[in-house]
Nanobody, 117 residues
Framework: QVQLVESGGGLVQAGGSLRLSCAAS????????MGWYRQAPGKQRESVAA???????NYADSVKGRFTISRDNVKKTVYLQMNSLKPEDTAVYFC???????????WGKGTLVTVSS
């Protein structure tokens, strides 16, 4: 059974930092591209950061220079280090695992990040 479990969300003041984690089970983690997405109230879900199975990364323009995505294939976990947080970063953050070769895309249930001004 494929499962992604996010953690690390919470309430933080503007300018602060949080580190999100997403632990995977039931997949060959090293074969999957991993991504972080977010959805703010009343808005569509958007891509925040991604890291491929070969460790190539990309970021949304809005978070470049502030967020860092990384992965630990031994722990089967992907991380999102978020620094210099802004109120507009407030959203539910979701983890995604994608492997085109398997035709699979799996989502976690999300973790809420609230940034106060």
């Amino acid at each position: 059974q494929v499962q992604l479990v996010e953690s690390g969300g919470g309430l933080v003041q503007a300018g602060g930092s949080l580190r999100l984690s997403c632990a995977a089970s039931g997949i060959i983690f090293s074969n999957y591209d991993m991504g972080w997405y977010r959805q703010a109230p009343g808005k569509q879900r958007e891509s925040v950061a991604a890291i491929t199975s070969r460790y190539r990364t990309n970021y949304a323009d809005s978070v470049k220079g502030r967020f860092t995505i990384s992965r630990d294939n031994v722990k089967k976990t992907v991380y999102l280090q978020m620094n210099s947080l802004k109120p507009e970063d407030t959203a539910v953050y979701f983890c995604n695992a994608h492997a085109e070769a398997y035709g699979m895309s799996t989502w976690g249930k999300g973790t809420l990040v609230t940034v106060s001004s």
